[in-house]
């Protein structure tokens, strides 16, 4: 007998988790079936129920996010984790009506008659969402949001990182929805491995780009159609006039949200060359003034796990030995193991070869690299894979317009950060390497819904025209020649 056919009562450790996740796999397939297409009055009450949920768990949520990550900043709990998302669940009940009616496609109704072709949204089926550990409860709840609205049933799978986290979100989902509407499975290994094996309707993974192939693939074995978010190296450029406070608060800022452990958070700046020591000095006053001994309190959000904590030191490290001036921006700024708090630094001008620009530095590091054009800076983005997000700061909007217009990226925001992946109503997702698929507003009902072409046939057509014996059929196909060859009415 396999591991995965054991029962649930007498498994133990990850068998009993695999085998609870088929089970309930199965139970979420039968429901389905039995009820396909869920009523607009059924899907608001889901989504009700949601953002209800969300404010009634808000301490649990805070706590929880705290105990995993050491140190996390109430306030951002508050604004990301739980209003963020009951705000997101709002938005879709406001919309939900629209989003369900069928959209009506044209006919010819020389050919059709009065039949009518319309795109029905219908629900995929059972969904697969594949949490990370940064966003514990934005990433699981988050997507769920379009996921009901579009008629679903929903799987999640939170990361092991943030075990805290896993279990508030397993009590509340448990509290707030029947089984086979939405669960939460946890485990280890094993069952995240076996996860995207399963013959889901969709499939949703938050991660790194190395995984995200693994989930493709896997997926791909039963033609699983996959969204991915997979972040990467997101830059920011700043044009000459937009070296300034208000830009450098800006960065900063955005770069301290979860301390860098963000998928759209600036990952390298671009500055003018001659404005770098500028920056860097408007960037020291920043943290010294307003965002004072950051590092030693609570705003500061504490590194996941040690072996991320370490993994970050390394990078500044290696940094230093390779010759590369690393800016300590804080006074008195100090690594907390205990905590796993650390304080924001500045890589000035690092090589390619360095890892902090080889890889996604999800973490309180920042290189800054000046650039003598600005097309030596855009052929810089363009010369490495599409990120998540771009950034631009500038006065002229025409020089920011031809920034985006000459770049790719999944987003983009001119003069600010990361605002793509906030609004309920602007679609979020990646592009090449940065992921594929979008949740959030009417792109994400979208994605999780089957766009299913439906014809009513009606009077006055030509329809056995299409039909063997052809006689019909080629009076109708000559008559046609006939009128393409004709001149246009009105020409000489």
Not at 31 to 48: Q, T, W
Not at 183 to 191: D, K, M, P, Q, R
Request: glycine share 10%; proline share 6%; net charge negative.
């Amino acid at each position: 007998m396999s591991i995965l056919d054991r029962d649930p009562a007498t498994a133990t450790g990850d068998e009993a988790a695999i085998a609870s996740l088929r089970a309930a796999f199965a139970a979420q397939k039968k429901a389905f079936i039995a009820d396909p297409y869920p009523s607009y009055e059924e899907r608001m009450g889901h989504l009700g129920a949601l953002a209800v949920m969300m404010m009634t768990y808000r301490t649990q949520i805070s706590d929880a996010l705290t105990a995993d990550f050491g140190s996390h900043p109430v306030a951002a709990s508050d604004l990301i984790e739980v209003l963020g998302v009951a705000g997101r669940a709002q938005y879709a009940m406001s919309q939900l009506q629209a989003w369900m009616a069928d959209e009506e496609r044209h006919t010819d109704p020389a050919l059709f008659g009065t039949a009518r072709a319309t795109v029905r949204q219908q629900a995929k089926g059972v969904i697969g969402n594949i949490v990370p550990w940064n966003f514990p409860f934005d990433l699981s709840v988050g997507p769920l949001v379009e996921m009901l609205a579009a008629g679903n049933r929903v799987i999640i799978k939170p990361s092991d990182y943030t075990p805290a986290c896993a279990e508030v979100l397993r009590e509340m989902i448990a509290k707030t929805f029947e089984p086979d509407r939405v669960t939460v499975a946890i485990g280890g290994l094993e069952l995240a491995r076996m996860f995207p094996t399963l013959r889901w309707d969709h499939l949703l993974y938050t991660g790194s780009p190395h995984v995200g192939r693994e989930v493709m693939l896997a997926a791909a074995q039963n033609l699983v159609p996959v969204t991915l978010e997979l972040g990467g190296k997101c830059p920011a450029i700043v044009l000459d006039d937009a070296v300034d406070a208000e830009t450098v608060t800006n960065v900063l800022g955005t770069k301290m949200i979860k301390n860098g452990q963000t998928c759209i958070s600036v990952d390298y700046l671009l500055v003018p060359k001659a404005k770098v020591q500028e920056f860097v000095g408007l960037a020291r006053e920043h943290m010294n003034g307003a965002a004072a001994k950051y590092s030693h309190t609570t705003d500061c959000t504490g590194i996941i796990s040690e072996r991320h904590l370490d993994r970050l030191l390394r990078m500044l490290q290696q940094a230093k030995d390779a010759g590369y001036e690393v800016v300590d921006l804080e006074d008195g700024g100090a690594v907390d193991r205990t905590t796993r708090r650390m304080p924001l630094s500045l890589v000035l001008n690092p090589g390619d070869e360095t890892d902090v620009m080889r890889e996604e530095v999800f973490g309180p590091i920042l290189p800054v690299i000046g650039y003598d054009s600005l097309d030596e800076a855009i052929a810089r983005v363009n010369n490495g894979e599409r990120p998540l997000g771009l950034y631009v700061f500038g006065k002229d909007t025409a020089i920011t317009d031809h920034v985006l217009q000459q770049t790719t990226s999944g987003g983009a925001c001119v003069n600010a950060c990361a605002m793509q992946g906030a609004l309920p109503s602007l679609g979020f997702g990646g592009s090449g390497t940065s992921g594929m698929g979008r949740h959030h507003g009417i792109e994400g009902f979208r994605e999780f819904s089957n766009p299913r072409g439906v014809v009513v046939r009606g009077t006055g057509d030509l329809i056995p025209a299409f039909s063997p014996p052809y006689a019909m059929g080629a009076a109708v196909a000559d008559a046609a020649f006939a009128a393409a060859a004709a001149p246009p009415e009105g020409a000489h």
